[in-house]
């Protein structure tokens, strides 16, 4: 048998029960990507984070994150989950940095009040996904698309969004691409819901990814570099939004709930 260190934290959170659940793995080498995905269908989270030391030097360690289906290109709240762990374990450190296949180096500082991840700012552009609005619901007032699969709806009001109840199977017909429903908030500036069942998760709680799309739209939108957000989820949480050259910066608080070992024979 051996065992794995093992933390279960709610990101995005500031106590526990909300935010986005993530395991977070922190492993020597890495294992077969058969046992990394059965690791992640057994903790059926919306990820499961590993990293091991990079032995590049282009960051302080390499990142992968599962779903309990696939393995995804990029993961905010998973990201400062990981970066949570280490800078909780390492008080003298002020930043971690990340190498990640497909989304590059990303970075967790601390903050006053939590931390805040650095990631790949995500343009849309205006799109005609009609049979993607058709599963979504209601009205949206515009559609955009980002070429690696994130698709963003913007509604009048955050009752549109909060009253969506998205046709899940028609969405899954996609693929994994990520479906964001987004309006003005009332308590924050925005508000957002997400949903991925084509990776296995019909609707996440807090989404980092999601975010680095809404951040560049919503700056521009606003016109301004920083404002708050709220995903409506059943958990919910709050995070905030700066754009910063080709980087969104999320900041949010985040609870270890469980530390633990887990076991492979």
């Not at 077969?32 to 989270?45: M, R, S, T, W, Y």
């Not at 819901?193 to 989404?207: L, W």
Request: aromatic share 10%; charged share 20%; glycine share 8%.
């Amino acid at each position: 048998m051996t065992d794995f260190p093992y933390f279960h934290v709610d990101a995005f959170a500031d106590r526990p029960f909300t935010g986005n659940q993530a395991a977070v793995m922190p492993l020597d080498a890495w294992l077969d990507d058969a046992v990394l995905q059965a690791i992640g269908e057994e903790n059926n989270f919306a990820e499961t984070a590993f990293y091991i030391p990079d032995a590049s030097g282009e960051a302080d360690y390499e990142l992968r994150w599962f779903t309990p289906a696939v393995e995804i290109r990029l993961c905010g709240h998973a990201t400062l989950a990981s970066g949570h762990i280490v800078l909780t374990q390492n008080p003298n450190m002020d930043r971690v940095t990340f190498r990640t296949r497909l989304a590059g180096v990303l970075e967790v500082r601390r903050e006053v009040d939590g931390y805040a991840v650095a990631l790949p700012a995500i343009a849309t552009d205006p799109a005609d996904v009609r049979e993607m609005s058709a599963a979504m619901g209601g009205k949206p007032l515009s559609m955009r698309r980002n070429p690696d699969h994130y698709n963003l709806f913007r509604y009048a009001t955050a009752d549109e969004v909060l009253a969506l109840k998205p046709d899940m199977k028609a969405l899954a017909a996609f693929g994994d691409d990520s479906f964001t429903a987004t309006a003005p908030g009332t308590d924050t500036d925005i508000v957002s819901r997400v949903f991925v069942p084509g990776a296995g998760v019909d609707e996440d709680s807090v989404t980092g990814s999601a975010h680095a799309v809404l951040t560049p739209y919503w700056a521009a939108e606003l016109s301004r570099d920083s404002f708050t957000a709220y995903q409506a989820s059943a958990r919910g949480g709050y995070l905030g939004c700066r754009l910063e050259g080709d980087r969104a910066w999320l900041s949010g608080k985040c609870v270890t709930v469980v530390k633990g070992t887990f076991s492979l024979r």
